[in-house]
């Protein structure tokens, strides 16, 4: 019974680390970075040591967030965190909704993105390709990006904090793990010598698609955590 109730919940993670994997910020981030940087001619060694150092400080963010609201959330008085669940749930819903909107209506009306000004920060502070720029780069694009287009893990957080132990622990490790794949990906495909305009291209492409895919699991991911909170379903 142990394993039949762990399965739904590592499946649950590694789907919703996946999509929310194609990431357009962190992504996008880390091709203006390499763009930088093979403007510049910098050798293939140095552009995966300053991708490298980008990628783990987003993950060391999020991971530490990730950890610090699961802790909260899990030390919270059982009638407490069921109605933070509901509240949790619902909001995951809109933000489900949101998401296939843009799918028809991207930039119209509200959106869930990050900031035209933080935008512009992010962009000015990816062209200074030093270790600690590319550390301070890292972890304000994860503080910034996590409020504005963080529902998915919100949602794996607020799961994992019903049952918070080291096996939740080991998931949401997983998770953050899953989520910074892509980027480990194209920063080998470059260094490989994948052309970074065919990477680009394949962003735009998918961009719609991904923000279909998001919205139908954040809608998924919501109910699951209403019924969870109430005690119909239990992934425990």
């Not at 403007?39 to 060694?45: D, G, N, P, Y």
């Not at 970074?196 to 492409?205: D, V, Y």
């Amino acid at each position: 019974m142990a394993i039949e109730a762990y399965l739904p919940r590592l499946l649950t993670i590694v789907t919703t680390a996946a999509i929310d994997s194609i990431n357009p910020c962190a992504i996008g981030v880390l091709i203006l970075m390499i763009s930088v940087m093979l403007a510049a001619r910098q050798s293939t060694k140095k552009m995966l040591l300053i991708g490298s150092i980008y990628i783990l400080s987003v993950l060391t963010v999020y991971l530490l967030a990730g950890l610090g609201l699961t802790y909260y959330f899990a030390t919270l008085p059982l009638a407490l965190s069921e109605y933070i669940s509901i509240s949790v749930g619902t909001l995951i819903v809109l933000a489900g909704i949101i998401e296939i909107k843009d799918y028809f209506w991207y930039g119209k009306w509200f959106s869930l993105s990050i900031p035209a000004k933080a935008a512009k920060k992010i962009h000015k502070y990816a062209t200074k390709t030093t270790v600690l720029g590319v550390i301070l780069l890292g972890t304000f694009v994860s503080a910034v990006e996590l409020p504005c287009t963080g529902a998915p893990y919100l949602a794996i957080i607020t799961l994992l904090s019903q049952h918070f132990d080291f096996a939740a622990f080991l998931l949401l490790v997983l998770y953050n793990v899953i989520f910074v794949l892509p980027l480990i990906i194209i920063l080998l495909l470059v260094a490989c010598g994948v052309k970074l305009h065919k990477i680009k291209r394949w962003k735009q492409a998918n961009r719609p698609f991904m923000r279909l895919l998001t919205g139908m699991l954040l809608i998924i991911l919501g109910w699951l955590l209403m019924l969870i909170a109430n005690g119909t379903i239990n992934l425990g």
